[in-house]
């Protein structure tokens, strides 16, 4: 699936969504007819709402057929609404990151442009993003009308506004913020996913790969050094890595087992 406008122009509503995932627990045919007929919305939607469900790491689909991911399974199984804050920080995690699936947009967004507390516009967003491209897409509208996705994304309650990730302001201008990193469980499936992907072949890190490098808590989270800090320390807390609090701030994995089994001692214990 392409990895600009793949929304088809509409918004992310979580309800939409769940609806869908509501229907898929249900074991009726999956197809862009039962599913629009099940949720109430028009054909022509479907496509859009099928780009959503695929880059928020729920499954992958076709108009004819759909499957859910391993997460997309749990949440179907455990807050198939969509309400839980810890379901919003994963879908934005999967938008953010790159797995089957990549949200080009999102993901210069979160991991290269944003910082903690940095104020922008929507226009300097775009032509961050519009630079960083190693060629000029096909579809020249494409980048700008995902930045305005991504600030609608994040600036209301039926996307992921309750994140707070980003603020506007009176000026209509943007902050990057957040208060705290989620449930450790979620955030140590962000770290250790991202470390199985990106860094399989060590297991040790510096605390400065977890803060600035791609996909990592720091940059997912846009989150300061001392709040990844916080987070490695509750990890070793639980015995999921080792830090040494010495020069080069080493963090050593101690969980080697497959990440979702992090995300299902989440749900299983809500």
């Given at each position: 699936?392409?990895?600009?406008?793949?929304?088809?122009?509409?918004?992310?509503?979580?309800?939409?969504?769940?609806?869908?995932?509501?229907?898929?627990?249900?074991?009726?045919?999956?197809?862009?007819?039962?599913?629009?007929?099940?949720?109430?919305?028009?054909?022509?939607?479907?496509?859009?709402?099928?780009?959503?469900?695929?880059?928020?790491?729920?499954?992958?689909?076709?108009?004819?057929?759909?499957?859910?991911?391993?997460?997309?399974?749990?949440?179907?199984?455990?807050?198939?609404?969509?309400?839980?804050?810890?379901?919003?920080?994963?879908?934005?995690?999967?938008?953010?990151?790159?797995?089957?699936?990549?949200?080009?947009?999102?993901y210069q967004c979160f991991n290269a442009f944003l910082q903690?507390?940095?104020?922008?516009?929507?226009?300097?967003?775009?032509?961050?993003?519009?630079?960083?491209?190693?060629?000029?897409?096909?579809?020249?509208?494409?980048?700008?009308?995902?930045?305005?996705?991504?600030?609608?994304?994040?600036?209301?309650?039926?996307g992921l506004g309750g994140l707070g990730l980003l603020v506007?302001?009176?000026?209509?201008?943007?902050?990057?913020?957040?208060?705290?990193?989620?449930?450790?469980?979620?955030?140590?499936?962000?770290?250790?996913?991202?470390?199985?992907?990106?860094?399989?072949?060590?297991?040790?890190?510096?605390?400065?790969?977890?803060?600035?490098?791609?996909?990592?808590?720091?940059?997912?989270?846009?989150?300061?050094?001392?709040?990844?800090?916080?987070?490695?320390?509750?990890?070793?807390?639980?015995?999921?890595?080792?830090?040494?609090?010495?020069?080069?701030?080493?963090?050593?994995?101690?969980?080697?087992?497959?990440?979702?089994?992090?995300?299902?001692?989440?749900?299983?214990?809500?």
């Open positions: 699936m392409r990895s600009l406008r793949f929304n088809q122009g509409f918004a992310l509503d979580r309800d939409l969504i769940g609806g869908m995932l509501a229907y898929f627990v249900s074991g009726a045919p999956l197809s862009d007819e039962a599913v629009g007929a099940h949720i109430g919305v028009n054909p022509y939607k479907l496509p859009g709402l099928r780009g959503w469900f695929c880059k928020l790491g729920l499954g992958e689909a076709t108009s004819k057929q759909y499957r859910l991911s391993a997460f997309g399974t749990l949440v179907a199984n455990h807050d198939t609404r969509l309400r839980r804050i810890g379901t919003l920080w994963l879908l934005h995690y999967f938008l953010a990151s790159e797995h089957e699936e990549r949200s080009e947009v999102w903690p507390g940095k104020v922008f516009s929507g226009d300097e967003l775009r032509e961050y993003i519009e630079r960083s491209l190693p060629e000029t897409p096909s579809n020249k509208e494409g980048v700008s009308k995902d930045v305005q996705e991504l600030i609608r994304t994040y600036t209301r309650e039926s506007r302001q009176v000026d209509k201008t943007l902050v990057a913020r957040t208060d705290c990193i989620p449930d450790p469980m979620i955030a140590a499936y962000v770290l250790f996913d991202t470390w199985q992907r990106r860094y399989s072949h060590t297991n040790t890190l510096h605390l400065s790969q977890l803060v600035n490098e791609p996909e990592m808590p720091g940059r997912v989270f846009v989150a300061h050094d001392t709040r990844v800090r916080e987070l490695v320390l509750r990890l070793q807390s639980e015995g999921l890595l080792s830090y040494a609090d010495t020069q080069h701030q080493q963090v050593t994995r101690s969980f080697h087992d497959d990440p979702t089994l992090l995300l299902q001692q989440y749900y299983q214990r809500l």
